[in-house]
Structure formats: structure tokens, C-alpha cells
């Protein structure tokens, strides 16, 4: 607790004349009153007022007579450079917050640890961490101290001590409590009677940990076994009493096993830093000269250690041994060993394994890698090296084998990866072009729909074509929607008229063999989404689901309905929030999915498909959709049944939409007109034609460039420009390039830009301010309604 002593303030004492002027005021107050009642004929009130007057001047007086200081300084605010400097004493992080969290004080050590003065909810590296600190925060509040174990911070996980501090308790005091070093002496015996020491004990390694004097201290079971014998208490065993020198000086003898024991080498490393020097590990093993490697049952051990596949093979080409990491990556069990390593690789690949290894048994010690092919998946070459041994007993070559199954699944996956954003690379380039040429066809058609009114010769042939231009719009936007490029466009919508659209492509895509069925509910509400994405969502099910019945085919069964929030209450789901929902159910009679692959489906580049039949990205671009569009997708399957996929999405409010509807319907004409100098840039001659003749229909005066270059010579000329509408991408300088130019002369110039490609493709290009964005391919209304946004934007 930090108790604050604050400085005394002194008061300047009345003189005399000062002590008499309070009392003066009341007396003439007084007789004033008591004047007036006597004009009045009051005479008993005004003798009362007298006496009133004369008690409360003697009683002023008093009280403005020189008193004794009190015995108490005067409390002021806290003297935070003081506090700042008892802080600075503590070698812990420590902090003064207010009591909501407000950072006041920290200490250096707080910013050593944490980087910077952030209050510590900030330096909390997740949402459990700040849970914990709001515990300690509110224990605090509550008993005056709270503590909390372990909070994971950025600094990484530290106790955390919490105290209300201050005059009124209403401060903070947090300390981050430094993990106290571990004993490096503890750790080294506990490292000793553990797993250490219990697999130095299976390769036959005695194990102990001795002090400067000699005396164990930990030892693993081994050496408990062979060298402690018949003492009762490690405490009085020394190594002089359980091990014996031999005579030539290079063995030593444990005593408990006499003459008859075996000899063995013995090394004692010293402990590392920052533990003492003068205690260290004693280590006895078996000699190798007088235990055959080859022979010995404690290699096996030390072999299994290893994370690396080895064996060793003799001279005739027999496998001695292997340990575990070994037969896991050439996939050999138990049951079934291999003789030769020729019995692990393919066919074609066995004279090459057999030449190697006679070839390096026999002649000079030496190593290399070759390629081969395992039986157990012949389709992933692996590399085996290939090393000669001498003087290692019957050992006479090494085999090491990698398991590199899980990177050669990693490099499928980045290869799939890679080959998905070329193609949709080259679907976002075909869509920018084809974007372009409907830009011109819509657009024209516009211009001459407003020459032609209902009724006219030509008019049903131009609606015609305008239709067609909007279908193949949908098309470059399902094909940015493959490559995942689409510009977001989020709209009020009901779920059985998307449904409706993508009807008539998922006949196609489902073939002959799959019965497409497709059923809606009563009074679905409206819900806001990208219709395009909707579309996808549908596709990528409807895709999966054909897979998943061939070849014999079946049933898809798509259907849309309400659910109302009490039959979302019925559900009981932890996930799905109480509201209301338009349901899409997604439904097949294929081969199901295993409950073990469930929970794994929405995973990215998960497959159960072939190798090169499957992206592993179908169901994750599903789930990304669905909940970016606010909703919630569930999977339920049997196998040998199906699987049906439901997705619910929330009901769209609309607020005010009567008022807002007759609002829209009255201004529509009137923003379409607009005034003013356009500066148009654009580099596809057809494209610029239509927006011109647009614009200038619309009231504006619009010049027109073909190239950012001459867009900035037409600036330079000092000519008023109301609205520059430019391309993004156009050879030569682009249009960001051109703006950002532009902007230095005239920073207020409004910019709307237009483009083939998706706003989110072009988002780190275009990233200035105060501008618009319009995507290709647009009609002349569109256009209009865009150039008076753009033009009206402050």
C-alpha cells in the first residue's frame, strides 16, 4: 500500500482592524432593520433585531480571533514524481492504474518487459489473459488485494498481483511478479530421476548426480539396481565406496558386483551454467571392447532415441537393426520385417538399393543419396543416404531414411495453392477484358433505349440484347468469384430467387445421372448478402454432392424455409444466436462423410478426393462466405446415407422503408442530372465513347484523355475540373499514379475510378482519399448515378 505525505499550507492570520470588520457588518446590519421596524411602529421586533445584532457581531469577533494551526497538513493531489521514484526501486514491472485500468505510473522495469507504458489490458496476449487480470481487478476493488497464478502476456506469462492503493482507495497498484530462477541443482537431479535418467538407463547408461565431495545426489533406477546394492540411504553412498578403479587404470568396477562385474568406462561431465561448476554427472556404461556393438541390447535403445530414420546392415547386405523412426518412414511393421533394404523400395528401384549398399560395405568409406520409391507409396520418391562404416563390429553400412510424408504432403498443398491463384489470375484477366467490351455493349444499348420507347420496331430487339450482356456480366462474375476477386456487394434479398438463378446452371453441372430437386418455404424474410456469393455457396454444395454419388447418381435436394427465434430457442444450440432466420438446406443421397472427417470438412486444403481431383478449398471458401455474410453453416451425415448441409442467415430489418421508398422514386430523376467539367481517362476507345456520350446526356461537360499523361497535360492548363473519372489500369502511367500527381496541384480534385477488375484485387493501389469506385460492366444509369456521388462527396 503507498501512503503519500503531502505538504502543510499555511494561512495568514487577521490583523486587528480585519477582525473587527465582520462583526461591524452584522451590528449595522442589524440596527438598519431595526430602524425600519420603528418607522413602521414595531417596537418589540426592532429591540429583538438589536440584540440579534449585538449576539452575532461579539459572536464574529470570537471566531475571527487568532487560532492554534491545526494539527493535520492539508491533503493535495498525489506527488506523482515521488511516486514515480518509490516505483523505480522495484526490480518487478509495476503499475498505477486508476481504478478502471487508466495507466498513471509505471516503473522502468514495466517498460523493459513490456516495451512500452500500455495499461496492462493491453498487454495481455489473449482474451483468457484479460479475463484473468479483470478477476484480479475486481478482487481487488472488492477485498482490497487480488492475485492471479499465471496470465499469458506478450512478455510471456507472469503472476500478477493486484492492490488498491491511494488516500480513498480508488487507485491501482499491479505487479507483474518475475518467475523466480529455478535451482539449478534441482533441476539437474529431477532431470536425473526422470525421463532423462530413464532413458539412459534403457541404453544401459548408470547415471548419477554427485556433489564436489563425491556424494550422490540423484541417480536414475539403473544405477540404483547395480551400484547402491545392500545401502540402506543414498545420502552416505560416494562414489569411492561404489566404484573401483582397475589396475590398468581405463575400466572401472562397480562394488557391489565384486570380481565377477563387468568393466566399464566412466566420464564425469560438469554441471552447465549458471549451476556450480563442482557438481556434475557421473556416467558408467559397458565397454565396447569388451561388448560388441552389433551384439549389444542397450544400441537398440539409443537407436530408438533418435528422431532420424537409421539402420545398420552387415556386410552381406542384412539388416543388424533399425530404430522406430526408421520403420515408421519405410512403413514396416512388426509382423513383417525385411530381410535385405531392397525388400522396402519398388521393384525398379531395388537393383540401384542392392549396388549401393555392396558397394559401400566393401570399398572405401563413403556416402551419398539416392532416389527411390517405397513400396508403401510408390508415387513419392524419398531420398535414402547411403554410408559406409569400419570398425563399428559387424556394422558395415548405414541407411538413413527420412519420414517426409507430411512435407510432401505440405508441397501437394502449396502446389494446388499456387495452381489455383494462376488460373484465377488468368480468370480475373479474362473478366477484366470481357468487362470492357460489356461496359460498351450495355452502355450503347442504354443510349439507344432512351431514342426508342415501348412500342418501337427495334426496342424489343434492344432489351434483348441488353439482357444477354447482363447474363454474360453474371459470368465474369462467377468468374471472379472462383478466382475470389469479387467485388463485395452486399443486397436485400429472399433466398428462393437466388436459388432460382443458379438453377439453371446446377442442371448442367449435375449431369444426367443426379435428380436435381428444389423446394421452397412459406414467408422467408429478406437477408442481406452478395447474391454473387450466394451463388457460389450453392455451386461449391451442389459440386460436392455430385461427387459424392457417382457414378450410380442420385437425389440433390435444395430447399429454403423460415425459422422463427422459438424454434431456435428449441434447438438448444451454444452456436446459433436466438433470431430469426431464411434457412438453405442442402441435401444428398451419396456415400456420407465419416464421423471421424467431420469436424475437419471447413478445414482449408482438406480432401478426401484423389490426388489432383480435389483443392481442399470448396468448403472452406463455403464456411468464409456464410460468415461473411453474418450467417451459420452445420453438417450433418451418415455414411451410406448422405449428408445435408443447412445454412441459416439472419432476417434483414428494414427501417422505415415505405418513406424511404417514395423518397428514392421522387429524387431518382433528378440525381441522375448533374453539372460541371468531367475529365474523363480512359484507354479502351469503346468504353470512352459510351461514357462520354453518358455523361454529356446528363448535363455534364466532360474532356476526355486517352492516358494518365495526357490527363495531367490537361490539368497543367489551369482549366477548371469539377469530377476526374479515370481507369485504374492503363498502359503506361496508371490511373492511381496519375491521381496522386494530380493531387498535388489541386489536393480538392474529386476522384471516381472505374475498372474490370475487383475493387478488393485493386484496394492497396487505389488506397487515397476522398475517392469513389465504380466496377465494370456498368449501365448509363449507373454511370450517372456514380459521376453525381462522386461529384456531390465532400
Known sequence: MLYQELPQIDSTPLDAWGRWLAPALIAGAALTAAVVLLLFGLLLPAGVLVLIGVTGALVAYFRSSPMAPADGPLMVGPDYALLGSALGLSTDPVALTTGEGSLLLVNPAYRERFGSARPPFEIAADDQAREGLALAQSMAARDGAGCVAAVETIAGPSPVEVERAGTHGDLLLWR?????????LMLAANRMRGRAGELLGRAGVLAAFVDPQGRVIAHNRLFGERALGGLASEEKARLTDLVEESEDGGHFQLTAEGDTG????AVLVPLDPPGPNDYGYFYLFDSPDTLPMSSSSHLQALLDMLPIGLALVDGDGRFLTMNQAFCHAAGISDSKMPVYPGDLVAKEDKAAVADAVRRNARGPA???DIAVRLTRQPGEPVALTIAGLRGLGDAAVLLLLKDNSEEAKLKRQV?????????????????HDFNNILTAIIGHCDLMLMRHTPGDIDYDDIQQIKSNSNRAAGLTRQLLAFSRQQTLRPQVLQLPDVVSEVSHLLKRLLGETVELVVKHGRNLGPIRADPGQLEQVIIN????????????????TIQTYSVKSDQVAELGSDILPIADYSALSVADTGTGIPATVLGKIFEPFFTTKEVGK???????????????SGGFIFADSKVGEGTRFIIYLPVHR???????????????KDELWGSGTVLLVEDEPMVRSVADRALTRHGYKVVTADNGEDALEILAAGDP????????????????????EARKSRPELKILFMSGYAEEQLRKSIDIENVNFLPKPFSVTELAEAARRAAGAK
Open 721 to 740: 475540373i469539377d469530377l476526374l473519372i479515370s481507369d485504374v489500369v492503363m498502359p503506361g502511367m496508371d490511373g492511381p499514379t496519375m491521381v496522386r
Open 415 to 431: 502446389a494446388q495453392a499456387t495452381k489455383m491463384q494462376v488460373v484465377g489470375q488468368l480468370a480475373g484477366g479474362v473478366a
Open 366 to 368: 563413403m556416402s551419398g
Open 541 to 556: 454444395l451442389a459440386v460436392n454432392a455430385r461427387d459424392a454419388m457417382l457414378p450410380k447418381g442420385g437425389t440433390l
Open 654 to 668: 428494414e427501417e422505415e422503408p415505405a418513406k424511404r421508398s417514395r423518397s428514392v422514386a421522387k429524387a431518382k
Open 176 to 184: 507483474f511478479v518475475r518467475a523466480a530462477a529455478p535451482d539449478p
Open 262 to 265: 563387468r568393466p566399464l568406462r
Open 614 to 628: 480435389g483443392t481442399g478449398l470448396g468448403l472452406s471458401t463455403v464456411y468464409g462466405i456464410v460468415k461473411q
